[in-house]
């Protein structure tokens, strides 16, 4: 009767119920979009024309790249709220 009692404590004590729930859904946080770091150019007209030093055009080639990875990040969270819609 001992052993009886001991295997059935043993085999209801394994048996649980569990609810495994698969969903599609996953929790992530927006993208997140870094400030510009944008750096002075100043322009110059000589002789009824815009010039630049090489200088100048380095950072205005800088300024364009940081307006171009800001437009980008934030194409990036608006794609993410559209798809939570």
């Known amino acids: 009767m001992r052993h009886l009692l001991l295997i059935f404590l043993l ?3 394994c048996t649980t119920t569990s609810e495994v729930v698969i969903s599609d ?3 992530l946080p927006p993208p997140t979009i870094q400030k510009m770091s944008m750096k002075d150019v100043e322009f110059k007209v000589i002789n009824g ?3 630049l030093s090489g200088e100048e055009y380095e950072d205005l080639s800088h300024n364009m790249a940081e307006i171009k990875r800001f437009i980008s990040e ?3 969270v608006i794609e993410f709220y559209k ?3």
Do not use: F, S
């Open 25 to 27: 859904e996953v929790n």
């Open 11 to 13: 085999i209801t004590g």
């Open 49 to 51: 024309g815009i010039c």
């Open 74 to 76: 934030q194409k990036a």
């Open 83 to 85: 798809e939570d819609e």
